[in-house]
């Protein structure tokens, strides 16, 4: 049982081992099975970096890197020293996010590419999945000196998406839907979204209501679209929360009400979605 697991991991932590101590960070920062609570989870990752946990250095470097205030301060120097730890270590996603952060010069390392591009590759070539979605997007849009290569981004992406990277698998549902690098095929790209949706990617979710919503690919079913909307809506996707609003307002698949589709545009302003303030 979920309480039962609990215990055992503090059990094992409490005797300071590494990777119950990593387990009971993520735990704690997550929620699962004990109180949410980001403070106590960096001071358990850091009693599992102690012990040399690699996976903790690279958990606690992406949670400076992002951020979680105002629990969790940004330290972005600190998240690079802790990736090179993680790297050094050979932890392979520790490659792809310290590869990103000489892409950019964040964490204090000076802008190099070349250095970046190396380390996305060397993650890429064991499989890490962020580095195969990530270099995907690269050779797609022609960005931080890599050629556009749109054949070359769908073989990263498939090879992503084969890993269950949910992002992956929205890239190639759209290089099928555009015709980027891979013969146009709308049904297939109505598969891959639905795969990425049904694996709880929200942009999926959205994507694929608005695929139902014009029979793109299937048939149309605007009931079926304004489900995946809600689905999306729910993981907190801010265009879906305004596409529900333009339904109610319209009428699309939903009973057409004013005062309902003012509601979805005012959570979508919340959310950010400056188009609906238009609304």
């Given at each position: 049982s979920?309480?039962?697991?609990?215990?055992?991991?503090t059990?094992?932590?409490?005797?300071?081992?590494?990777?119950?101590?990593?387990?009971?960070?993520?735990?704690?920062?997550?929620?699962?099975?004990?109180?949410?609570?980001?403070?106590?989870?960096?001071?358990?990752?850091?009693k599992?970096?102690?012990?040399?946990?690699?996976?903790?250095?690279?958990?606690?470097?992406?949670?400076?890197?992002?951020?979680?205030p105002?629990?969790?301060?940004q330290?972005e120097?600190?998240?690079?020293?802790?990736?090179?730890?993680?790297?050094?270590?050979?932890?392979?996603?520790?490659?792809?996010?310290?590869?990103?952060?000489?892409?950019?010069?964040?964490?204090?390392?000076?802008?190099?590419?070349?250095?970046?591009?190396?380390?996305?590759?060397?993650?890429?070539?064991?499989?890490?999945?962020?580095?195969?979605?990530?270099?995907?997007?690269?050779?797609?849009?022609?960005?931080?000196?890599?050629?556009?290569?749109?054949?070359?981004?769908?073989?990263?992406?498939?090879?992503?998406?084969?890993?269950?990277?949910?992002?992956?698998?929205?890239?190639?549902?759209?290089?099928?839907?555009?015709?980027?690098?891979?013969?146009?095929?709308?049904?297939?790209?109505?598969?891959?979204?639905?795969?990425?949706?049904?694996?709880g990617?929200?942009?999926?979710?959205?994507?694929?209501?608005?695929?139902?919503?014009?029979?793109?690919?299937?048939?149309?079913?605007?009931?079926?679209?304004?489900?995946?909307?809600?689905?999306?809506?729910?993981?907190?996707?801010?265009?879906?929360?305004?596409q529900?609003?333009?339904?109610y307002?319209?009428?699309?698949?939903?009973?057409?009400?004013?005062?309902?589709?003012?509601?979805?545009?005012?959570?979508?302003r919340?959310?950010?979605?400056?188009?609906a303030t238009?609304?």
């Amino acid at each position: 049982s979920e309480s039962e697991a609990v215990r055992l991991y503090t059990e094992a932590a409490n005797d300071g081992y590494a990777p119950a101590l990593y387990v009971m960070g993520v735990r704690l920062d997550e929620g699962r099975g004990v109180p949410k609570d980001a403070r106590r989870a960096v001071a358990t990752l850091e009693k599992a970096i102690k012990a040399k946990d690699k996976t903790a250095m690279n958990y606690l470097g992406e949670l400076l890197l992002a951020g979680r205030p105002p629990d969790v301060a940004q330290d972005e120097a600190r998240a690079a020293s802790l990736f090179k730890q993680a790297r050094e270590a050979r932890y392979a996603s520790a490659y792809t996010n310290l590869g990103r952060m000489y892409l950019s010069g964040r964490g204090g390392l000076v802008k190099n590419g070349p250095r970046g591009i190396q380390l996305l590759k060397q993650a890429a070539g064991v499989g890490e999945s962020n580095a195969l979605n990530f270099l995907g997007e690269m050779h797609r849009d022609g960005r931080h000196g890599l050629s556009q290569d749109r054949e070359a981004a769908v073989d990263l992406f498939r090879r992503a998406a084969e890993r269950k990277h949910t992002t992956a698998m929205r890239n190639l549902a759209y290089c099928y839907a555009l015709g980027h690098g891979v013969v146009r095929n709308e049904r297939e790209a109505v598969n891959k979204m639905k795969a990425a949706a049904e694996a709880g990617d929200a942009e999926a979710m959205f994507a694929l209501g608005r695929m139902y919503q014009n029979g793109m690919g299937a048939t149309r079913n605007v009931r079926t679209a304004v489900r995946w909307y809600r689905s999306s809506a729910k993981e907190g996707y801010a265009k879906a929360m305004h596409q529900i609003g333009l339904c109610y307002r319209e009428g699309t698949g939903v009973t057409e009400d004013a005062r309902e589709a003012e509601s979805w545009f005012a959570k979508a302003r919340k959310a950010g979605y400056f188009k609906a303030t238009t609304d």
